[in-house]
Every structure is written in C-alpha cells, then in structure tokens.
C-alpha cells in the first residue's frame, strides 16, 4: 500500500515557476515508477511526465518537456516536478500516482493522491 500526499501548487502568473512535491509512505518507495497527471473540469486526465523507480528514465508530455522537470529522492520518498515557463493552459489540479510500472496510462497507476491545484493567470 503507497499513501501519496501532493504540495506545492497555487497561483502564478504566466512565466512564472512552481515547484511540486509528492511525499510517498512505503518503505519500497524506490521500486515504484512516479508519474504526475494533470486534469481540467470536463476533460479527461492527462499524463504530465513519468519516472522510473530508480530515476533514471523519464517521460514527458510534449506540451511541457523542455520546461518541466520531474525528479526523485528516494532516501526522502519524495517526487518533484518543477514547472518553468508556466502557461495559462497548464492551468489544472495536478495529480501523483505510483505503480510498479512505467507507462503514461493512467489506468496502469494503482496509487493517487488526493491532487494539488495550479491556477496560471496570463
């Protein structure tokens, strides 16, 4: 069982940067792939970028490779993703989950948390 728990979102102008975090329980935490998912009213959950268990693969969604970076600490059972370069449109409540696979389904990730908003105003 991975208990996860996210932080770090708010408000921000366009251009601007956030930093979230996703503090995980488990003491196996480095076995689980971290992924972070974003999701708007009315439409369906987006994958946001992925890392595996050991933190050295990563994924990112088109849309923000180059501005987001995800990463881990697994002696802290943390996961980050730092946000630069922050658009209106990435505007969502922003989700981690966790699973012992890699992949950018969202059905594939057993664990959530409970989500963290970020509001970009342009």
């Known amino acids: 069982q991975v208990q996860l728990v996210e932080a770090g979102g708010g408000q921000v102008q366009a251009g601007g940067s956030l930093k979230l975090s996703c503090a995980a329980s488990?003491?196996?935490?480095?076995?689980?792939?971290m992924v972070w998912f974003r999701q708007v009213p009315g439409k369906e959950r987006e994958f946001v970028a992925a890392?595996?268990?050991?933190?050295?693969?990563?994924d990112y969604f088109e849309r923000v490779e180059g501005r987001f970076t995800i990463s881990r600490d697994n002696a802290k059972n943390m996961v980050y993703l730092q946000m630069n370069s922050l658009k209106p449109e990435d505007t969502a409540v922003y989700y981690c989950?966790?699973?012992?696979?890699?992949?950018?389904?969202?059905?594939?990730?057993?664990?959530w948390g409970q989500g963290t908003q970020v509001n970009v105003s342009s």
């Open positions: 989950a966790a699973d012992r696979l890699f992949s950018r389904s969202r059905d594939t990730y057993q664990y």
């Open positions: 488990g003491r196996t935490f480095s076995r689980y792939a």
């Open positions: 890392i595996s268990g050991s933190g050295g693969r990563t």
